[in-house]
């Protein structure tokens, strides 16, 4: 509201070549965060619409508002989608008036700054929209993994980083096992050798942590020096793990993976970036329900698939006998 009275203040109806509105979207420019958290909440919101489509008493009474406020035929789902729109249309439309404005014009130099700022807004704001749909994502991911033991991947995690298969050592043992990096958690898996399914077998908070690079033949395994690896040390458990990959080029992969991991919870902390509970179990409850979908769809296809013989017999022989 703020926002939109200092625009109508800033525009010059009896001549608008003398308005100047760049310092305006400058002014405002932090404001514009709220659109995040609508943009979020924005695919739950259309989600849960659709789903009170299916009652009728629902679609009536939406169909109803739709009509009386003679919203033509546009759904109610489109309107939902315009604030959305809006904050991508800004550095467009700014853009576009930077363009056709003079350079000697005393706003030329707001608006420019102005086009910048709205940019890094929409950034900003479409970049914290993919980390929440990451969580959708991530929910899915933990759905696949058997015997998960222990909190919610997404109660603390909201973008993988990095995977792949390593060689483990700890208390003695190597073992190779299926890593996933997450922001705040590395998680470890065994590949199962038939169905190479994956089962939980432990995860490594990374926030307590620290990665120590290895030279080769810095430790060894059965009287073997090893190669490419790299030591995790949790300072918090004064416990470590001793991580070791095939080749070189996995080792860098990893080490940098490592490197970006930090570098996000650290940006994250920056900016204050931040998931409520409650849109993380949103995720959690749409991964269960699209999982619960798809067995039951898998389920009914199996069911028609293996249809017993006689019974498509029966009804050969009943339209048989019709003819």
């Known amino acids: 509201k703020r926002f939109l009275q200092d625009l109508e203040t800033c525009v010059t109806s009896a001549d608008m070549s003398q308005s100047q509105i760049g310092t305006v979207f400058l002014n405002h420019q932090t404001e514009f965060s709220v659109y995040s958290e609508y943009c979020n909440n924005h695919p739950y919101a259309v989600n849960e619409m659709n789903e009170l489509h299916e009652d009728p008493q ?23 989608l315009k604030p959305v729109q809006k904050i991508c249309k800004y550095p467009l439309q700014l853009s576009e008036l930077l363009k056709y404005t003079d350079m000697s014009h005393p706003d030329y130099v707001f608006v420019e700054d102005a086009v910048e700022a709205m940019k890094n807004v929409a950034k900003l704001i479409n970049n914290r929209k993919r980390r929440i749909e990451n969580l959708y994502r991530l929910a899915l991911w933990q759905r696949g993994i058997e015997n998960w033991k222990g909190d919610h991947i997404v109660d603390t995690c909201s973008e993988e980083i990095f995977s792949g298969d390593l060689h483990k050592i700890s208390k003695g043992h190597s073992q190779e096992r299926h890593f996933t990096l997450f922001d705040h958690q590395l998680v470890y898996c065994k590949r199962e050798a038939i169905g190479h399914k994956l089962q939980y077998r432990g995860r490594i908070i990374m926030d307590n942590c620290a990665i120590i690079d290895l030279a080769d033949g810095e430790e060894s395994y059965g009287g073997n020096p090893v190669k490419n690896a790299w030591k995790i040390n949790n300072e918090t458990k004064n416990k470590w793990y001793v991580l070791y990959s095939k080749d070189p080029s996995i080792k860098e992969a990893w080490m940098d993976a490592f490197s970006r991991e930090r570098q996000r919870v650290q940006d994250d902390t920056t900016s204050k970036f931040n998931i409520s509970s409650r849109l993380r179990r949103m995720a959690i409850a ?5 999982t619960k979908k798809r067995s039951q769809n898998q389920a009914s296809s199996f069911a028609r698939i293996n249809r017993p013989v006689w019974h498509q017999a029966k009804v050969i022989i009943s339209f048989s006998s019709i003819s």
Not at 286 to 290: M, T
């Open 58 to 80: 629902y679609m009536l009474f939406f169909e109803s508002c739709r009509l009386l406020r003679n919203l033509g035929d546009l759904p109610l789902e489109a309107f939902l």
């Open 286 to 290: 749409q991964a269960d329900k699209s």
